[in-house]
């Protein structure tokens, strides 16, 4: 263990965030026996029994136990009101100070200091820690290559052209304004970029990232050459050389959840789907954070009723209080459907709370998931061959649908420019039953030339993972950087 060199990885707060980092984790200590990683858990002053459970979970089924901890941070004290974009920040902020002084204690108590820190973009502000230990950081971009090519498109608007950030705002909220986006093959038309950024805050967002991705050493992106190769090249080949190395090293997906046992809701779904034909069935969720309100609610479900095809909806209801939260993974939101919609569909259709998405998009009878393109469901669609029907709800989902639909061809759209207002706790407009009715259609009856590049695409994600594969390639340079044993440089894309 003397030889033995640390990585310490600080995921922002979420169980999705740590999930990510988790399997980054675990993909690292497979493949190098001389690197331990510690996890530094970051949670809201109100602890989330759902977090906690996961990762008492992954601790008892730790397969690197020598190598693997979890460093559990208390909870900070703050008075900010939870409902303000600013608050996620904030508790970030907070745990800066408890993340420094675990470190010093450990270097102080005779431990070697960190081999580097790998942060999650919105910890980027933790480069001071590591800049006062003279430590390598890096950040793991749990987003596509297409965010982070959006992401100093916005830079560029504010330095190489001069504008302010409201100046930003107004441009992509002209319905005639198309982005001509570096990364991009086609231009980006303003309804495509996500409500969020074009408001002050999120604006400020995207320029703060921008400013402290280019403090970085390297990053990490959850993505692979084969599938982002043209946004992966133009960062790669950009004539802006103070953005830092990128390391394309996906896809990095929890393929199974160690230590979870199959519940009675997930034998009687996965019972559902095997009397169900193959490629049949329409699997629709959202997300962690997907829900809509009754009126939404109602249009989805005459556009199922009007489409006649077989579906699994994971209709969960929204959360109590209007502001970005979880819905319950209890409780289907059945008092929002139309009258009579169950008897008119039940011999085609099911409806759920929760979903184990994993198993559910195995499944051969899924035909078709309407999504709304999160970067890691995107991912486990692809993985496993499934077509996506596009309808974003928040953050950087409308820029994924868009690379999606437009860019590559892999998906259809259901209603790609859709964002959720959290203000008002409903989306920016009315998805009405009859485009969901031909989005559903379209996606179930999608032709098998594109199926098949759905389905090849899953089949490069899985060879760039093997040794030797792209992927594999790109975390051995990443290593090496961190390890300062190769002539920097070297991050620069080459094809497979």
């Known amino acids: 263990m003397s030889n033995?060199?640390?990585?310490?990885?600080?995921?922002?707060?979420?169980?999705?965030?740590?999930?990510?980092?988790?399997?980054?984790?675990?993909?690292?200590?497979?493949?190098?026996?001389?690197?331990?990683?510690?996890?530094f858990i970051i949670d809201f002053p109100v602890r989330s029994a759902k977090l906690t459970s996961y990762v008492d979970s992954q601790s008892r089924a730790n397969p690197y136990p020598t190598r693997l901890s979890f460093v559990d941070l208390p909870p900070v004290t703050i008075t900010?009101?939870?409902?303000?974009?600013?608050?996620?920040?904030?508790?970030?902020?907070?745990?800066?100070?408890?993340?420094?002084?675990?470190v010093e204690d450990r270097v102080r108590s005779g431990l070697a200091k960190p081999a580097g820190f790998v942060l999650d973009m919105f910890c980027t502000t933790m480069v001071d820690?590591?800049?006062?230990?003279?430590?390598?950081?890096?950040?793991?971009?749990?987003?596509?290559?297409?965010?982070?090519?959006?992401?100093?498109?916005?830079?560029?608007?504010?330095?190489?052209?001069?504008?302010?950030?409201?100046?930003?705002?107004?441009k992509f909220s002209d319905p005639e304004y198309e982005s001509l986006v570096s990364g991009f093959k086609n231009p980006l038309p303003s309804k495509f970029i996500p409500g969020f950024f074009k408001e002050e805050f999120g604006t400020n967002m995207l320029l703060n990232l921008a400013r402290q991705l280019r403090?970085?050493?390297?990053?990490?992106?959850?993505?692979?050459?084969?599938?982002?190769?043209?946004?992966?090249?133009?960062?790669?080949?950009?004539?802006?050389?103070?953005?830092?190395?990128?390391?394309?090293?996906?896809?990095i997906l929890e393929l199974k959840r160690e230590g979870e046992a199959n519940s009675e809701e997930k034998v009687s779904i996965m019972k559902w789907l095997d009397g169900q034909p193959v490629s049949s069935v329409v699997f629709l969720c959202f997300g962690s954070m997907g829900s809509f309100d009754e009126e939404q609610v109602k249009?989805?479900?005459?556009?199922?009723?009007?489409?006649?095809?077989?579906?699994?909806?994971a209709l969960r209801k929204p959360p109590l209080v209007v502001k970005p939260g979880v819905p319950s993974d209890n409780e289907t939101y059945l008092e929002a459907l139309p009258?009579?919609?169950?008897?008119?569909?039940?011999?085609?259709?099911?409806?759920?709370?929760?979903?184990?998405?994993?198993?559910?998009?195995?499944?051969?009878?899924?035909?078709?998931?309407?999504?709304?393109?999160?970067?890691?469901?995107?991912?486990?669609?692809?993985?496993?061959?499934v077509p996506i029907g596009a309808w974003p709800m928040y953050a950087e989902q409308n820029l994924n649908a868009f690379?999606?639909?437009?860019?590559?061809?892999?998906?259809?759209?259901?209603?790609?420019?859709?964002?959720?207002?959290?203000?008002?706790?409903?989306?920016?407009?009315l998805v009405n039953a009859i485009e969901i009715e031909e989005g559903l259609k379209k996606l179930i009856s999608m032709d098998e030339n594109r199926r098949k590049n759905v389905k090849d695409m899953g089949?490069?994600?899985?060879?760039?993972?093997?040794?030797?594969?792209?992927?594999?390639?790109?975390?051995?340079?990443f290593l090496n950087d961190v390890l300062s044993t190769v002539v920097r440089g070297e991050g620069r894309y080459t094809s497979p």
């Not at 403090?215 to 043209?230: D, H, P, Q, R, T």
């Not at 690379?403 to 407009?429: P, Q």
């Open 4 to 39: 033995t060199k640390e990585l310490v990885l600080v995921p922002a707060p979420g169980i999705g965030h740590l999930v990510s980092f988790l399997q980054l984790a675990k993909l690292i200590l497979q493949k190098y026996d001389f690197i331990s990683i510690s996890i």
């Open 80 to 102: 900010s009101n939870p409902s303000l974009p600013s608050f996620y920040f904030e508790v970030i902020e907070l745990h800066k100070p408890l993340v420094k002084r675990v």
């Open 129 to 170: 820690i590591a800049n006062e230990l003279s430590v390598p950081s890096y950040v793991f971009l749990t987003s596509g290559v297409n965010f982070l090519n959006f992401v100093f498109y916005v830079q560029s608007l504010a330095n190489d052209y001069g504008l302010e950030v409201c100046d930003i705002g107004a």
């Open 215 to 251: 403090k970085m050493k390297g990053i990490l992106v959850n993505s692979y050459a084969e599938f982002e190769s043209f946004a992966i090249q133009a960062l790669q080949s950009s004539d802006d050389k103070k953005i830092p190395p990128i390391y394309p090293v996906g896809p």
């Open 299 to 313: 249009e989805i479900a005459n556009g199922l009723d009007r489409s006649g095809v077989r579906f699994l909806w």
């Open 339 to 385: 009258e009579e919609f169950l008897d008119h569909t039940i011999n085609r259709g099911k409806i759920i709370a929760w979903a184990p998405q994993i198993d559910v998009l195995a499944h051969p009878a899924i035909g078709g998931f309407v999504s709304h393109c999160g970067w890691n469901s995107t991912l486990e669609s692809l993985w496993f061959g």
């Open 403 to 429: 690379e999606l639909v437009a860019e590559l061809e892999l998906a259809v759209e259901i209603r790609a420019d859709y964002f959720m207002d959290w203000k008002i706790g409903k989306g920016t407009f």
């Open 459 to 477: 089949d490069k994600g899985r060879k760039a993972l093997e040794d030797r594969g792209s992927s594999c390639r790109w975390l051995d340079c």
